[in-house]
């Protein structure tokens, strides 16, 4: 299946399994002998205390050494830790390069999850000053673990990774699909995604193109995206953020090609970039992507960064001259773009007319793994469709489990006086909602065992309110509340 060369031919690709697994160069084996500590700060930078823990020579030493903390190491020791494979085909594919009398690493072949090894290119923070070439292969970062977290992990018979790079994503994909299709623009990322998957024994169709291009007419259950989302003036000077297009045009793009990419029930999940401009409603903008295209739409958005911070922080992830920091911030002012929104756009072809949009500002409540939120959140607004007006007030509720009431105050002479009341949802997204008295109350009886109706009733001849006027004004509120999993209808 997978129709793009590997770094190693395929009896290459099991002599180097061989080797990292005789060694235990595996993310257990790694922990196991230097530590979760050392292992954490070596992948931020601070790799002595990795170091010390991998002196001695030995097979996973030289590996550590050699993949983790970018030493140059003798070559003897090196050809020991990669056999069966000989140094020189590590050589001939790119794996190892010589320096300074020895042989360091010239890609990063990190151990990742069980039992899978991800290969991309060494670092820019490795290589300090030393400028990113274009179609540099990224690693797995930041933002690869937060769209591999927010994922909806449910088996599915075909899934589809949009810009693979490294071929993290399609790892995860692997692990409840069926069939796995992964693409990129760039001939240098596929090679790499094929030795990822080689490595990791696994089988995917890779294929080369623009977008959504090399898969038109084919559609997926599940699309995920990790696209190159850097707002800026278009031009590619690094394949792994800049799309090509200007602005935040490429997450408007994929946007317009999900209703075609997408099986009925298909979900597409991406990470986004989006500019806030001068005057206009990020939300109305983002909104605008998904108008017409009858997908369900829930777009979080998760960080908002000023163009100063957003410039500064890309120039250097690429090792790239801060003077280009000028034109960069030129163009943000020319385009009136007076921030740059971070987030994660879900999409749902679900067949209706009146499809469900909804774009949040989450930033104080998003917790890194949101795959099972999102499945929940689409399941509730799959609920809210099916049932009408008396079917939702025959219904039982029950208050989300570990909700709390948090109440602000102020003193006055004569005792407190109570100016907010917020229900706060535990975990998850921790929504909060404020309330007023009379939501709280309902709220406060949702014990699974009484009606909506009947809830209403009791509520209604307590505060003097006509009961229909009631229903009428509490039927959204409920809504809301379920759709946030404030609430829980229960089936009986
Ligand atoms: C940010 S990297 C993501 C890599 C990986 N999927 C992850 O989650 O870490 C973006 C990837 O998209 C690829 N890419 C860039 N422009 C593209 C385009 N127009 N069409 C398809 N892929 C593209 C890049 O080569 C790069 O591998």
New binding site residues.
Partial sequence: MTRHQALLPPAGIDQLREALTAAGYTSAGIVARIGAPARAAAARGAGGAALRAASGGDPLGTLIRLFICGQTEPEEAVAAALAPLPVADALAAGLVEPHLGGLRQAVDLEAYGEDWWVVSDVTAAARPGQPLRP?H??G??G??TT?AGATIRRPVSSAL??????G??ALHLSTHAARVTA????PR?LRFAATTAALSGQRWELVA???ARPVAGRRFDLVV????FVVGEGP?RY???D??RAGDAVAAELAAAAPDLLTEGGVMQYLANWAHVTGEDWGDRVAGWVAGTGLDAWVIQREVADPVTYVNMWLSDANEPGERAAAWLDWFDANKIEAVGFGLVTLRRSGHDDPVVRIEDLRQHVQPSLGEQVAAWFDRQDWLRRVDREQMLAARYRAADGLRLQQEATRSPEGWVVDRQVLAMPDGLRWVEEVDQLTLALVGGCDGRVRLREQLAVLAAAHGVPEAELAEAAIPVVAHLVERGILVPCER
């Fill in positions: 179609d292969v990224l797995v970062g933002a690869s769209l990774d949009l810009g693979t790079g490294c993290v994503q693409t990129d623009v760039s990322a193109g623009d977008l995206s990790n696209p190159p590619v394949a792994y953020r799309s090509g």
